[in-house]
């Protein structure tokens, strides 16, 4: 994602992980939290994140097999 796209404030630092899966297409589904920020709003904001940013480039055909089992995670983080 790009800096700037979404913006959360919060005083505090947090960080959530995120899995998601991708179509072949690159659109991405079955989004949610791997590991929670202990902020409902924070880890829904992340969410919301990840699916604003579909579709995702096609994914490159040496990982079309993998992508219709495995699921991917990024982190979500504030600024510290």
Do not use: N
């Given at each position: 994602?790009?800096?700037?796209?979404f913006r959360f404030?919060?005083?505090a630092f947090l960080a959530?992980?995120?899995n998601f899966y991708i179509r072949e297409n690159g659109e991405v589904y079955d989004v949610g939290i791997?590991?929670?920020s202990g902020d409902e709003k924070f880890d829904s904001y992340c969410?919301?994140?990840v699916n604003a940013a579909s579709p995702l480039p096609?994914?490159?055909t040496e990982?079309?097999?993998r992508?219709?089992?495995?699921?991917?995670?990024?982190?979500?983080e504030t600024k510290k």
């Open positions: 994602l790009s800096p700037g796209i404030h919060s005083s959530a992980q995120v791997e590991k929670s969410i919301k994140a096609v994914p490159p990982l079309r097999d992508i219709k089992t495995e699921f991917f995670i990024i982190s979500c």
